[in-house]
């Protein structure tokens, strides 16, 4: 959480020069008591709201939010309501509050500190910037986007036009607003934007100082912008060091720096790392954060999306339950989390044959997302496509296509037409066209979704024999056996040269290059592919009985 420039602070009632400056001044003392006593309570209230930044970098949010809470009655009672002063412990306090989790309190507080900036400053002050700034970030975190954007929006313009700025302040802004538009799904100004920030790499921070592991932090999230997976990793494990060498090993920026760890490895495909990092961050949340905090749910989410994703459905749910439990307590039963964690639940009902339940959950999960994203954001897609396998395996097949085309509409204007999720969305809908026996449709489709996996793995790769097999299994059901032919023999050859030799989809594509050649007389040839496909079955079953 970033800080306000305490050397700004001015008592509100200095505000002339001249003898209407030295009036104002004596008006001021008099009415506080004394210069002294006015100078001691300034002094008082910038130490008190140094300590509170300590407090909060430390952790210590419980101490941090009792100081807070005692320094804006300080401001407010020594000041008055209406000055800097309060406007700055306003946003202190919102501050440690959302390190808490408390983001409608923190809300609140915001919205006053900053209101009460603008009235002091105007509408064009850093200061302004500053706690637009902070709202924003709260607005973003909470899924409120299109409240977040233009308040991220108004702090980079006021900090780009300021002169003689402290540079890291509208690195800050810059930062946030690129995340921000990451989040959206706007992915080419989000990459725009950050290509604009200057990271400095010439940092005067030493190699233990809390503040180099928060550069670190930022620099993550370029390296990861631009695939450096390796260097984010290196940043990570360096800011890890850092803080627990300076907070111990229960520091809740360790938390969130162990979490991302843990997912750049799962892209990675490091898996085996993965699952220690997730246990050790949600236990540190735990215990500095409490069992309530939307942080903590978070970390529930990544660590059952990572159990969902690697096929064990038993440990993902109840992770899953418990992050949707919080976020519906603390953020509401329509924020946006919670439509995240419905998508997951449904998605992993679906796995476990429950669609009738996965469908009600993903319905849930799309009005939510709906409502707080642009149309076209990437997440919506995501929800479309589960919808439409659902609708798919409930015999819905008019309602599962036209969920999967909106899906496609929406990734191909993200993504472009020749990107791989483009790609996979249009084999799903394939396959709906063929069991509706629009066989020329699903051709198309299949067709296209094979030179995508070409120009993206190469034409040898066992992706792109599995497509050519499913395209002769259509050609087959169209009675276009010649061109079913060609297409099954390439299948083959290129699977048997990728995959091991009792795979599956050899298995599959031995299965159909035998019913082909049986449509052409070629029963002995036909008799050997159905032998082979077999004896992959025999093994299979071996393998595994259940």
Not at 300 to 305: C, D, H, I, K, N
Not at 444 to 464: C, M, N, S, W
């Amino acid at each position: 959480m970033s800080r306000t420039n305490e050397a700004r602070f001015h008592c509100p009632a200095i505000q002339l020069r001249g003898l209407r400056l030295f009036l104002k001044i004596v008006v001021t003392c008099v009415l506080a008591g004394s210069f002294s006593s006015l100078y001691a309570q300034q002094t008082d209230w910038q130490k008190a709201s140094k300590q509170i930044g300590k407090l909060e970098a430390e952790g210590r949010y419980r101490e941090a939010l009792a100081a807070a809470e005692q320094n804006l009655s300080l401001a407010e009672d020594s000041f008055g309501a209406s000055a800097l002063a309060a406007a700055t412990s306003l946003i202190d306090l919102g501050g440690v509050d959302v390190s808490m989790g408390k983001y409608s309190e923190a809300e609140s507080l915001y919205q006053r500190g900053l209101a009460l900036r603008e009235k002091s400053l105007g509408p064009n002050h850093p200061e302004v910037a500053s706690a637009s700034n902070e709202l924003g970030v709260l607005y973003g975190e909470e899924g409120r986007y299109k409240e977040a954007e233009p308040l991220l929006q108004r702090a980079v313009r006021i900090l780009q036009a300021t002169p003689n700025l402290d540079g890291e302040e509208l690195f800050t802004a810059t930062k946030d607003l690129a995340v921000l538009y990451q989040e959206e799904g706007k992915h080419s100004e989000a990459l725009a934007l950050f290509k604009t920030i200057p990271l400095d790499t010439k940092k005067s921070y030493g190699p233990d100082d809390p503040q180099m592991a928060r550069y670190l932090w930022d620099k993550v999230a370029f390296d990861t912008e631009e695939g450096k997976y390796e260097d984010a990793v290196d940043s990570l494990q360096r800011a890890i060091l850092i803080w627990e060498k300076s907070f111990g090993p229960n520091h809740p920026d360790l938390a969130w720096a162990l979490g991302q760890l843990a997912e750049t490895y799962r892209e990675e495909g490091k898996y085996n790392e993965v699952e220690p990092l997730y246990r050790r961050a949600i236990a540190i949340q735990e215990t500095v954060l409490g069992p309530d905090h939307p942080h903590l749910a978070y970390m529930l989410y990544a660590f059952g999306f990572f159990y969902e994703d690697t096929g064990r459905l038993s440990r993902a749910k109840p992770l899953l339950e418990r992050a949707l439990n919080i976020d519906e307590t603390v953020l509401g039963s329509n924020s946006l989390a919670v439509g995240l964690i419905l998508n997951k639940l449904g998605s992993l009902a679906s796995s476990e044959g429950s669609d009738v339940e996965a469908e009600t959950l993903l319905r849930r999960a799309l009005a939510i997302e709906e409502n707080a994203l642009d149309a076209n954001h990437p997440d919506i897609a995501g929800v479309l496509s589960n919808l439409g396998f659902v609708e798919q395996s409930l015999g819905k097949l008019p309602e599962a296509f036209q969920l999967l085309q909106r899906a496609l509409e929406i990734d191909e204007r993200n993504y472009g037409p020749n990107h791989p999720t483009v790609g996979r969305l249009l084999s799903n809908m394939s396959f709906l066209q063929m069991k509706q026996g629009k066989y020329p449709e699903a051709e198309a489709l299949l067709l296209r979704y094979i030179e995508i996996e070409k120009a993206t793995f190469g034409p040898q790769h066992p992706d792109v024999g599995r497509a050519l097999d499913y395209l002769a299994g259509d050609y087959y059901k169209d009675g276009k056996y010649a061109e079913a032919e060609t297409a099954s023999g390439q299948a083959v050859a290129i699977i048997e040269v990728g995959l091991d030799p009792y795979s599956s989809a050899l298995a599959s594509a031995l299965r159909t290059r035998a019913q082909v050649l049986r449509e052409l007389n070629r029963d002995q040839e036909a008799d050997e592919l159905d032998a082979r496909a077999d004896k992959i079955r025999s093994y299979k079953r071996e393998q595994d009985p259940q």
